[in-house]
């Protein structure tokens, strides 16, 4: 049996909390497997959900193989993809502590995340933590680009989540998708499944709806996740524009849905120059390429 290994003394468990941990995944058995070894090694965890959305690969053996030395282990599987709003909504549906962890699978936590994260919504009365992230690349050293990364009174901001609070915690809607929630979060908001495509802010839409319907969302700088970029492979100039027409259409769903809101508490401007703003910003490096490309074949 993989058991786990607490790196505090169970006296000193937060509130006597434990935790459900939630992944979802598709076709990346190899990450799937290490994060699951690391949930299951964790303190105070549970149970670990894994979603296996629609995978095509060896996903679902190898987390059913772990499944057979741990009972906290469970494993869902989608015969089909159906997103990871849904996924991951399935995967709270399937969970029973009053605390849940939700993360990626490519996601690497840092040491005692979880420990740290429950620490701080004992003492801060929280209800939703998170933590800043960073997308490093295969060289990149993590403990220099975290002692490196900038500090702000709040935190991420929209489209920067790898800026640290200049306190212990502070409110954010802005953070990444690895968080842990109270329970009671999701008896009021769950992931919207509306987003759709490559589902751009369907994970700030949840920090936001939570905040609106009164409950303590902070960020925290006793921690933090990253993922290491994959390089090679690409996708091709349709399948670009295709995703980064999925990031407009998803951001004004968003910005519709909370805009008013947002605006009210001096987060963003007016909705209309925050999609322009995002629509130039996404749309410029397109542009320069597609300029290259002509200038090449103008020197042919």
């Known amino acids: 049996m993989v058991t786990a290994a607490p790196t505090r003394d169970e006296a000193e468990r937060p509130s006597g909390a434990m935790v459900s941990v939630v992944v979802p995944t598709r076709n990346r058995g190899q990450l799937a497997e290490a994060r699951a070894r690391w949930a299951l090694a964790q303190p105070y965890v549970r149970e670990v959900v894994f979603v296996v959305d629609g995978s095509a690969d060896d996903t679902a053996d190898r987390l059913r193989r772990l499944a057979d030395q741990d009972a906290r282990l469970h494993v869902l599987v989608n015969d089909r993809n159906v997103g990871p709003p849904k996924a991951k909504n399935m995967g709270i549906d399937a969970t029973t502590s009053e605390w849940l962890f939700i993360i990626d699978d490519d996601d690497v936590p840092s040491t005692d995340l979880l420990v740290e994260l429950l620490r701080v919504a004992d003492e801060a009365g929280a209800d939703v933590v998170g933590v800043p992230w960073f997308n490093l690349d295969t060289v990149q050293d993590v403990a220099e680009s975290v002692a490196r990364a900038p500090r702000s009174p709040g935190g991420p901001r929209l489209d920067q989540p790898g800026i640290f609070p200049e306190t212990a915690w502070a409110p954010c809607v802005w953070m990444p998708a690895n968080a842990l929630f109270r329970r009671a979060v999701f008896d009021v908001v769950r992931y919207d499944e509306a987003y759709t495509g490559n589902f751009y802010r369907e994970e700030t839409d949840l920090y936001v709806s939570a905040a609106r319907a009164g409950h303590r969302v902070l960020v925290t700088d006793r921690g933090y996740t990253y993922v290491r970029s994959r390089r090679g492979g690409g996708i ?44 130039v910003r996404r749309m410029t490096p397109l542009a320069r390429a597609a300029r290259r490309r002509l200038t090449g074949w103008a020197r042919r």
């Open 236 to 279: 091709d100039r349709q399948s670009k524009l295709r995703y980064e027409h999925s990031v407009l259409r998803n951001n004004w769903y968003f910005l519709r849905k909370h805009g008013a809101w947002l605006r009210e508490q001096g987060l963003i401007r007016r909705p209309v120059p925050e999609q322009v703003s995002l629509f």
